[in-house]
């Protein structure tokens, strides 16, 4: 019998426009007393989600893990890690959540498997072992070393020798995390049947783990040296080329758009390269649905560093970038923006402006208070990079340490044991979730009014139109449908952008008045309805 014709691809679904809501489940809230936060732990703060007013919440890795790098070494892609609650904590969430309107992402990590789990215990077992094609494996150099000079992401060779069978295998990260071979059709399947388990288990969509780092170079070539005038982010996308982002890789998701597609599943891609059109390419009808647009969680508070990156990606993504701030990778941008109140009012300006873009905004959780990183006293390190010598990455605990829910409560709220990563010497009672709550100023209730706001803008997001303003050297204008968003970078200023309504801004700090235009304070950012749309209510 002849196959069934593929279902036709969708172009848009719940995923346009949705806001994300990232909870890096470890450290969001911990049900059992054991100090690592779980499902059962979310599951008691659907409220907070659902108040927040997101679409979705994408969690990152939860299935079983020896826990190397916190789960994105998996053992076991088919079920949930007993330690975040099994499959029981999985179903609870999932119902609490879609009675809430929210859909359910989760983190599937194709690039690599943990070195425990049964794929990889049988291939080590000798050249012929069952499983053994799984995985990237070379022979030695003539000399005897490594088979190319490849460095992995975390530091050091990307070769690790296998005494048994004489050969290397590949990783792009860890030793334990080794690198599945995309180019076996066997291993393509097995990720087919995965991604269908889960979608058919009620689940919305998946981040897919490092989505450009499939494939390695067929011809095993050595990378060049990075010349040292080059700018990090494409020195790091040259020194990583030979197994990250070669060019056969988009082609490889069509089969799981097709299978996304007959269960109405996002997949959202962390692609990270530096150039927006290179993650474009693997955004398409029949590729990943949507990408995030990394560097954007890189930039610091510079008004032409962020106009050229957005103006770039605008363009490039075409309505189908994710728009993250922080994540569990990088400095959170109240950090990153200076810290302190400065900090804090900086990332709402940013997260304000990156809400009305074509696409979607991702919030990693704690973000909504405003938080700075965590800062961990020294030897209580978690993360696998740290005292792995130079990496391309530095430690990321500071963005990981766990949510602060209530002063009043043992470790804020997160846990009654002890916490698995402190919660960071710098955290305050005015950084909690219970602190915030009742307070019209705070982080969480401007990131709330945003998001409430910007629901009811359906100009805006009918549209994937971006017009950028010219209004001098220290703001940054745009104008999508009938809202115009301005954010200013410099002191406080006033601009005509013509007759409008002012909708909701990033701080107090922000006037319209008929006849002296928009006054705008220092790092903040103000959405405005335009002209035509003014006399409407
Ligand atoms: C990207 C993830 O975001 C990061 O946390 C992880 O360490 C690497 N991929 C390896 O899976």
């Given at each position: 019998?002849?196959d069934?014709?593929?279902?036709?691809?969708?172009?848009?679904g719940?995923?346009?426009?949705?806001?994300?809501?990232?909870?890096?489940?470890?450290?969001?809230?911990?049900?059992?007393?054991?100090?690592?936060?779980?499902?059962?732990?979310?599951?008691?703060?659907?409220?907070?989600?659902?108040?927040?007013?997101?679409?979705?919440?994408?969690?990152?890795?939860?299935?079983?893990?020896?826990?190397?790098?916190?789960?994105y070494?998996?053992?076991?892609?088919?079920?949930?890690?007993?330690?975040?609650?099994?499959?029981?904590?999985?179903?609870?969430l999932?119902?609490?959540?879609?009675?809430?309107?929210?859909?359910?992402?989760?983190?599937?990590?194709?690039g690599?498997?943990?070195?425990?789990?049964?794929?990889?215990?049988?291939?080590?077992?000798?050249?012929?072992?069952?499983?053994r094609?799984f995985?990237?494996?070379?022979d030695?150099?003539?000399?005897?070393?490594?088979?190319?000079?490849?460095?992995?992401?975390?530091?050091?060779?990307?070769?690790?020798?296998?005494?048994?069978?004489?050969?290397?295998?590949?990783?792009?990260?860890?030793?334990?995390?080794?690198?599945?071979?995309?180019?076996?059709?066997?291993?393509r399947?097995?990720?087919?049947?995965?991604?269908?388990?889960w979608?058919?288990?009620?689940?919305?969509?998946?981040?897919?783990?490092?989505?450009?780092g499939?494939?390695?170079?067929?011809?095993w070539?050595?990378?060049?040296?990075v010349?040292?005038?080059?700018p990090?982010?494409?020195?790091?996308?040259?020194?990583?080329?030979?197994?990250?982002?070669?060019p056969?890789?988009?082609?490889?998701?069509?089969?799981?758009?097709?299978?996304?597609?007959?269960?109405?599943?996002?997949?959202?891609?962390?692609?990270a390269l530096?150039?927006?059109?290179?993650v474009?390419?693997?955004?398409?009808?029949?590729?990943?649905?949507?990408?995030?647009?990394?560097?954007?969680?890189?930039t610091g508070?510079?008004?032409?560093?962020?106009?050229?990156?957005?103006?770039?990606?605008?363009?490039?993504?075409?309505?189908?970038?994710?728009?993250?701030?922080s994540?569990?990778?990088?400095?959170?941008?109240a950090?990153?923006?200076?810290?302190?109140?400065?900090g804090?009012?900086?990332?709402?300006?940013?997260l304000?402006l990156?809400?009305?873009?074509?696409?979607?905004?991702?919030?990693?959780?704690?973000?909504?208070?405003?938080?700075?990183?965590?800062?961990?006293?020294?030897?209580?390190?978690?993360?696998?990079?740290?005292?792995?010598?130079?990496?391309?990455?530095?430690?990321?605990?500071?963005?990981?340490?766990?949510?602060?829910?209530?002063?009043?409560r043992?470790?804020?709220?997160?846990?009654?044991?002890?916490?698995?990563?402190?919660?960071?010497?710098?955290?305050?009672?005015?950084?909690?979730?219970?602190?915030?709550?009742?307070?019209p100023?705070?982080?969480?209730?401007?990131?709330?009014?945003?998001?409430?706001?910007?629901?009811?803008?359906?100009?805006?997001?009918?549209?994937?139109?971006?017009?950028?303003?010219?209004l001098g050297?220290?703001?940054?204008?745009?104008?999508?449908g009938?809202?115009?968003?301005?954010?200013?970078?410099g002191?406080?200023?006033?601009v005509?952008?013509?007759?409008?309504?002012?909708?909701?801004?990033?701080?107090d700090?922000?006037?319209?008045?008929?006849r002296?235009?928009?006054?705008?304070?220092?790092?903040?950012?103000?959405?405005?309805?335009?002209?035509?749309a003014?006399?409407?209510?």
């Amino acid at each position: 019998m002849d196959d069934p014709p593929p279902p036709p691809t969708t172009t848009t679904g719940w995923w346009s426009g949705a806001v994300g809501y990232q909870v890096y489940v470890r450290s969001f809230a911990d049900s059992t007393g054991d100090g690592v936060g779980d499902l059962g732990g979310v599951l008691a703060h659907v409220d907070h989600i659902a108040d927040l007013g997101v679409d979705y919440v994408w969690l990152n890795p939860v299935f079983p893990s020896p826990g190397l790098d916190h789960g994105y070494d998996v053992s076991d892609y088919t079920t949930i890690a007993d330690e975040m609650g099994g499959m029981p904590a999985f179903e609870a969430l999932r119902d609490a959540l879609h009675d809430n309107g929210i859909r359910l992402v989760m983190d599937v990590v194709p690039g690599h498997t943990s070195s425990a789990h049964p794929w990889f215990v049988s291939a080590r077992r000798g050249r012929d072992a069952p499983h053994r094609d799984f995985f990237v494996w070379r022979d030695p150099a003539p000399d005897g070393g490594p088979p190319t000079n490849w460095e992995s992401v975390f530091g050091g060779s990307a070769w690790e020798y296998d005494e048994r069978s004489g050969q290397y295998w590949m990783h792009r990260f860890l030793p334990d995390q080794p690198d599945l071979d995309w180019r076996n059709p066997a291993v393509r399947a097995a990720f087919d049947d995965i991604l269908s388990l889960w979608f058919e288990r009620g689940l919305d969509g998946f981040r897919v783990d490092v989505a450009q780092g499939l494939l390695a170079d067929p011809e095993w070539a050595d990378v060049p040296d990075v010349p040292p005038d080059m700018p990090r982010a494409q020195g790091n996308d040259l020194r990583l080329s030979g197994f990250m982002g070669r060019p056969e890789t988009p082609a490889l998701y069509r089969s799981w758009r097709r299978i996304a597609d007959r269960h109405d599943a996002l997949l959202l891609g962390e692609v990270a390269l530096s150039s927006p059109e290179a993650v474009a390419a693997y955004l398409s009808d029949d590729l990943l649905h949507r990408a995030f647009f990394l560097p954007l969680q890189h930039t610091g508070w510079n008004r032409d560093e962020i106009a050229e990156m957005l103006v770039g990606a605008v363009a490039a993504g075409g309505g189908r970038f994710a728009w993250p701030q922080s994540s569990h990778d990088d400095p959170r941008a109240a950090t990153r923006f200076g810290g302190g109140a400065t900090g804090t009012r900086r990332a709402l300006a940013f997260l304000h402006l990156v809400a009305t873009l074509p696409g979607n905004p991702v919030i990693l959780a704690g973000d909504e208070l405003g938080l700075e990183n965590g800062l961990i006293p020294a030897g209580l390190a978690q993360d696998p990079v740290s005292g792995r010598g130079e990496t391309l990455v530095a430690s990321r605990d500071g963005s990981r340490t766990p949510m602060p829910w209530d002063a009043e409560r043992p470790n804020m709220g997160f846990t009654t044991g002890t916490p698995w990563l402190p919660l960071g010497a710098n955290r305050a009672a005015a950084d909690t979730v219970a602190h915030q709550r009742d307070d019209p100023g705070s982080p969480l209730q401007r990131t709330r009014r945003l998001l409430e706001t910007r629901r009811g803008l359906t100009g805006m997001l009918a549209t994937d139109d971006v017009t950028w303003l010219d209004l001098g050297p220290d703001l940054l204008g745009l104008r999508r449908g009938d809202v115009v968003v301005v954010c200013n970078f410099g002191p406080s200023t006033t601009v005509d952008v013509g007759r409008c309504r002012l909708l909701v801004a990033s701080s107090d700090d922000a006037v319209v008045d008929d006849r002296d235009g928009v006054s705008i304070g220092r790092d903040t950012t103000v959405l405005l309805r335009a002209a035509e749309a003014v006399t409407s209510p």
